[in-house]
């Protein structure tokens, strides 16, 4: 059980471009998902908090107008990076917490989207 | 300020040799922390959460121990396939969707 998953796992895009990723629960209903991303030997900084049905809160730093995230269900959030720059380039990973009250501080992670902006 | 720091930074093994990684953390107020294990290109896999001083996990060669300043993971008789980086993170009692991430230890362990 708990299960998440993201797609693309890998996505090649030019400067400029729009990409989107997907993150889904496949087992479970999320209260909220969560969007991080990885620069390469470090550690995961979170970008972003969203609850379905409601507007994402975003960590300082973190432009709310270039990466876009629509929490459309309670198993689907979504990210879009837009305009994207090659500084833009990471590794995005998304979390999940289970809407069961005996998990609900615990997050379970997808396997990562890898984009490279050209 | 909210902290964790994990180390060592990175740790080599002999297949059998065992040893401890160590997570120490100053927060305002700890609602529970949390290890995960990460291998390359891949999101992190969920371990253990202990939620009070003096609380132990295990689950094969790992247990993970917590106290009021610091955890530790320890990794007895490792093998081959516990080769990966180990995170820990703190979820903080007074802001519920915040959990700040240790930088990890990158774990090699050799056959």
């Known amino acids: 059980g708990a299960v998440v998953s993201q797609h693309p796992s890998r996505v090649i895009c030019k400067s400029g471009t729009s990409v989107k990723i997907e993150c889904r629960s496949l087992?479970?209903?999320?209260?909220?998902m969560f969007w991080y991303r990885q620069f390469p030997k470090q550690s995961l900084m979170l970008m972003a908090t969203?609850?379905?049905?409601?507007?994402?809160?975003?960590e300082q730093g973190v432009e709310k107008d270039k990466f876009l995230i629509n929490h459309a269900s309670l198993t689907l959030s979504t990210l879009t990076v837009t305009s994207a720059h090659p500084e833009d380039s990471s590794f995005y990973i998304c979390?999940?917490?289970?809407?069961?009250?005996?998990?609900?501080?615990?997050?379970?992670f997808g396997p990562g989207t890898r984009l490279t902006v050209t | 300020e909210d902290q964790v720091t994990q180390s060592p930074e990175a740790l080599r093994l002999q297949e059998g040799e065992s040893s401890s990684l160590n997570c120490s953390y100053t927060?305002?107020?700890?609602?529970?922390l949390f290890w995960y294990r990460q291998d390359p290109g891949k999101g992190p896999e969920f371990l253990f959460t202990?939620?009070?001083a003096g609380e132990e996990k295990e689950k094969e060669r790992l247990k993970a121990t917590l106290t009021k300043k610091e955890s530790f993971l320890h990794i007895t008789a490792p093998k081959p396939e516990d080769s990966a980086t180990y995170l820990c993170?703190?979820?903080?009692?007074?802001?519920?969707?915040?959990?700040?991430f240790g930088s990890g230890t990158k774990l090699n362990v050799k056959p």
């Open positions: 979390s999940a917490r289970p809407r069961s009250a005996g998990r609900s501080y615990e997050q379970y």
């Open positions: 087992d479970f209903q999320a209260t909220t």
């Open positions: 969203s609850n379905e049905g409601s507007k994402a809160t975003y």
């Open positions: 927060v305002s107020g700890l609602r529970g």
């Open positions: 202990l939620y009070s």
């Open positions: 993170a703190v979820h903080l009692l007074y802001n519920f969707n915040k959990f700040y």
